[in-house]
T-cell receptor, first 112, second 115 residues
Framework: GDSVTQMEGPVTLSEEACLTI???????????LFWYVQYPGEGLQLLLK?????DKGSNKGFEATYRKETTSFHLEKGSVQVSDSAVYFC???????????FGTGTSLTVIP | EAEVAQSPRYKITEKSQAVAFWCDPI?????LYWYRQILGQGPELLVQ????????DSQLPKDRFSAERLKGVDSTLKIQPAELGDSAMYLC?????????????FGQGTRLTVV
């Protein structure tokens, strides 16, 4: 079945360090891919998305490229800030049925 | 900016009691989702509506959980009776049903604690 596998955390980085959170997916057809962020006690917020192969989603300094050949959608940021501390979820959405599949989340803590 | 509204934000209930959560999706969003999120895990779909119809409730524990969206707008999720293992965050989300390219918008969730 369709699924998302993402890098397990927790991840702890110093401010201004580089971030990569790995995400791979299994799906039939051509899903859309998303990264969501969740701050403590809050719901999920869309961070970025890509809807077809080779698309790059970007927002707030974060980027991810839809790689069909490696079925991956890794999240990257060149210089993290304390305010980036949160849990990050990779997700896919099938083009039929409107169903989402979420990864288990990766907790990021950025220390000053 | 349009938001998905959920209430209450927090709910503490005793085991075996009934509890209900309410969700008002973004206006015009025909697809509505209820997810359960256990601490430290990703959201798990409980039920998905397209307008007033249930599209997927395969993971909904139907012996104790029920969900409705009578007029295809707001929705209620009910648990009766609540069990200790139901303690979790309950998230509502909505999206436009335009192919597979549209994202889901989430509410702030209801944190349920069963004691």
């Amino acid at each position: 079945g369709d699924s998302v596998t993402q890098m397990e955390g927790p991840v702890t980085l110093s401010e201004e360090a580089c971030l990569t959170i790995n995400c791979t997916y299994t799906a039939t057809g051509y899903p859309s891919l998303f990264w969501y962020v969740q701050y403590p006690g809050e719901g999920l917020q869309l961070l970025l998305k890509a809807t077809k192969a080779d698309d790059k989603g970007s927002n707030k300094g974060f980027e991810a490229t839809y790689r069909k050949e490696t079925t991956s959608f890794h999240l990257e940021k060149g210089s993290v800030q304390v305010s980036d501390s949160a849990v990050y979820f990779c997700a896919l959405k099938k083009n039929t049925g409107n169903q989402f599949y979420f990864g288990t989340g990766t907790s990021l803590t950025v220390i000053p | 900016e349009a938001e998905v509204a959920q209430s209450p934000r927090y709910k503490i209930t005793e085991k075996s009691q009934a509890v209900a959560f309410w969700c008002d999706p973004i206006s015009g969003h025909a697809t509505l989702y209820w997810y359960r999120q256990i601490l430290g895990q990703g959201p798990e779909l409980l039920v998905q509506f397209q307008d007033e119809s249930v599209v997927d409730d395969s993971q909904l524990p139907k012996d104790r959980f029920s969900a409705e969206r009578l007029k295809g707008v707001d929705s209620t999720l009910k648990i009766q009776p609540a069990e200790l293992g139901d303690s979790a965050m309950y998230l509502c989300a909505s999206s436009l049903p335009i192919g597979g390219r549209t994202e889901a918008f989430f509410g702030q969730g209801t944190r349920l604690t069963v004691v």
